[in-house]
C-alpha cells in the first residue's frame, strides 16, 4: 500500500498533461559540434516543439550556442577574452537563428529572435514590455527563441544570467510557464560527482534546493559556456518562486521532450515550494540598487506583513531612488540575539524614499516624514506588498 501511494505520488509530480506553457533552454554542449551549430539536432527539437504546438501548448526557447558558433567560423579555439567572446557572439548569433529558422519552417511554424541583458529585467517599465511581448508572440502561434545580448552586455558575459541558465528560470518565472525543460549534457542531479564516483546515484525529485546542495555542485561548464551544475540549481530556485517545475535531462536522449511530458522518470524534476505574484518575482529577481540596514524590530514587522517604518531603519549603504528595488539588511548587531537558523533573512522591497533622503530619516518616527519631505509623501519606506524574503 505505501509502494503503490509513493508510486502514484511520482506520477502525480511528473503529470504534465496540464502544462500549456513551457520554456525549454537549450545549452552549447548538445547544441554545437565542432566548432558549428549540430543542425541534425536542431531539427529533431523542432520536430519535438512542433508535437507539443499540436497539441495545443505554447513553447519559449532559450538557447546557448552563439559564442561557439562564432568561434568556430573564426576557427579560434577556448576564447576567453571578453571583447572576443562578444564579437563571437555577434558572429554566431545569426547562423544560430539561420538554423533554427529553417528547422522550424519544415513544419510551417515560424520562430522570433529576441535579445535581451539583464537590465532590461531589473527595470520595471522594460521588464513588462518584454513580458507583453513574449505574450504576443505566443499568441500568435510564433515561438520566441531567447538568448542574452552577449554583444552589447556591459557585464562580463555569462556573470548575468550563467550560460542562459538563470535566463531561462526568469523567463519561466516572467510568463508564468507551468513547466521549465533544462536540456543539457548532464543527465540528472547526481548525490556525488559521477566523474569522480563511479557509484554516485542520480536523485531523481528534489523538494529543497538548500544552500549545501548549491555549494557541493562545482563551478562552471564547458569551453564556449559559462554553466554548471550551481548555474542550474540557482536557476532551478528562481522558477521555483513562480509555482513552476523545473525538469533537468539529458537533451540528446531520444525524444526527450516527449518523454519528459508523458511522465517517464528521465532526469531530475524540481518541485516549486511557493508561488509568488509576477510583481513579488520582479522585486526578487531585481539586481539591489543598495541596501537598507533594519534593527531587530523592523524584521519581526515585516514578517507580519506590516510597513517598514524609518524608525527601525538603522543604516543606509550605495545611493538609490524612490521605486527603486534595494536589499533588507538585518543590522549586525542582532548577531547577539538571534534565535534560530531561520532568523538570518534578508529580504528585496521596493522603496518609497531615495538613499538621500532616507539618511536624514532614519531611526525617526513615521510623523517626521511629513514634515520633511512633505504632505503628499508615503510615511513608510515599504509596504507590505512590496516586500518578499529571499530566503523561505
Not at 34 to 59: E, P, S
Not at 90 to 113: D, H, N, W
Not at 128 to 146: D, G
Amino acid at each position: 500500500m505505501r509502494l503503490r501511494r509513493r508510486l502514484a505520488g511520482h506520477r502525480k509530480m511528473r503529470d504534465f498533461s496540464k502544462a500549456k506553457r513551457i520554456v525549454i533552454k537549450i545549452g552549447t554542449n548538445i547544441l554545437t559540434k565542432k566548432g558549428g551549430v549540430d543542425a541534425g539536432y536542431v531539427r529533431t527539437i523542432a520536430g519535438q516543439v512542433n508535437t507539443l504546438m499540436a497539441d495545443g501548448r505554447q513553447v519559449v526557447i532559450i538557447s546557448s550556442g552563439a559564442i561557439g558558433m562564432g568561434a568556430g567560423q573564426l576557427e579560434t579555439a577556448g576564447v576567453k577574452n571578453i571583447k572576443m567572446r562578444q564579437a563571437c557572439a555577434a558572429i554566431g548569433q545569426p547562423l544560430l537563428m539561420a538554423e533554427y529558422r529553417k528547422s522550424f519552417l519544415r513544419y510551417g511554424v515560424t520562430v522570433a529572435q529576441v535579445l535581451m541583458t539583464a537590465e532590461v529585467l531589473s527595470n520595471r517599465k522594460t521588464y513588462l514590455n518584454l513580458r507583453n511581448s513574449i505574450e504576443t508572440l505566443l499568441k500568435l502561434s510564433v515561438v520566441p527563441i531567447l538568448n542574452e545580448n552577449d554583444s552589447v552586455s556591459t557585464a562580463e558575459i555569462g556573470s548575468a544570467f550563467g550560460d542562459n541558465d538563470k535566463l531561462s528560470a526568469l523567463v519561466a518565472s516572467k510568463i508564468d510557464a507551468d513547466l521549465l525543460i533544462m536540456l543539457s549534457d548532464i543527465d540528472a542531479l547526481y548525490d556525488r560527482n559521477p566523474q569522480k564516483f563511479s557509484d554516485a546515484k542520480p536523485i531523481r525529485t528534489v523538494f529543497e534546493i538548500t544552500d549545501s546542495l548549491i555549494r557541493s555542485a562545482g563551478g562552471k561548464g564547458s569551453t564556449h559556456g559559462t554553466g554548471g551544475m550551481k548555474t542550474k540549481l540557482e536557476a532551478a530556485k528562481i522558477a521555483s518562486n513562480a509555482g513552476c517545475r523545473i525538469v533537468l535531462a539529458n537533451g540528446r536522449a531520444k525524444n526527450v521532450i516527449g518523454r519528459i511530458i508523458k511522465g517517464e522518470e528521465i532526469g531530475t524534476i524540481f518541485m516549486p515550494r511557493r508561488k509568488l505574484s509576477n510583481r513579488s518575482r520582479w522585486i526578487l529577481n531585481s539586481s539591489a540598487a543598495g541596501t537598507i540596514v533594519i534593527d531587530e524590530g523592523a524584521l519581526q514587522a515585516i514578517k507580519k506583513r506590516k510597513s517598514l517604518l524609518p524608525s527601525g531603519v538603522v543604516d543606509i549603504k550605495g545611493t538609490f531612488k524612490a521605486g527603486d528595488v534595494v536589499m533588507l539588511s538585518v543590522s549586525p548587531v542582532r548577531d547577539t540575539l538571534r534565535r534560530s537558523p531561520e532568523d538570518n533573512e534578508n529580504a528585496k522591497a521596493v522603496t518609497s524614499i531615495g538613499s538621500s533622503q532616507l539618511k536624514a530619516l532614519a531611526g525617526k518616527h513615521s510623523s517626521e516624514i511629513r514634515t520633511t519631505l512633505g504632505a503628499g509623501h508615503r510615511d513608510v519606506v515599504a509596504i507590505p506588498e512590496d516586500i518578499v524574503f529571499i530566503d523561505y
